[in-house]
């Protein structure tokens, strides 16, 4: 067990180098691609420097993200803010019981079994299935749905289609 853990931390420790290797080789190319860019005098995008304008596009881009995210972060917290309210019908409860002491005491045994005992006396609904006719009835016999076809040709051996000739 205690091997497996050393093992654990010697590849942690390899992948932390890797990761900085590739970052720091990533950097250098980036301020090799950015020196070489200050140099060029007439390298111009709209009338302005390519530089500057990369700048405002890239960084410009992240934040209309940004923005749309904290919308989405808004919406997803008021969602939570709305479902974890505690309402019940008609009347407005003021404490909220986010801390453990502010939740209400537990009910006693008495109150338990009164609520046991209303769902035991409440009737159980049926399912859309239960409601549904059983399959196992047919609605018709086989001499009933013979006479149900329009033209009196009897089926072929295959379910549900006809003879195609006449």
Partial sequence: MFGA???LKEKLEDLRDNTLVVFAIANAIWIILIM???EQKNLEVF???VLGFSFLC???FLIVIQFLTLLWHRGVTLCHVIARAPWRRGQLHMVWAFDDQNLPP???ERALEAVRNHQRRRPRRKS???LRRPFSQPSYTSEEREH???DSRPQSA???SRSLLV
């Fill in 5 to 7: 853990v050393e093992e």
């Fill in 36 to 38: 070489a860019l200050v």
């Fill in 47 to 49: 009338g302005t420097n």
């Fill in 58 to 60: 890239v960084y410009g």
């Fill in 106 to 108: 537990p009910p006693d």
């Fill in 128 to 130: 859309k299935l239960e």
């Fill in 148 to 150: 149900l076809l329009t």
């Fill in 158 to 160: 295959t379910y549900g």
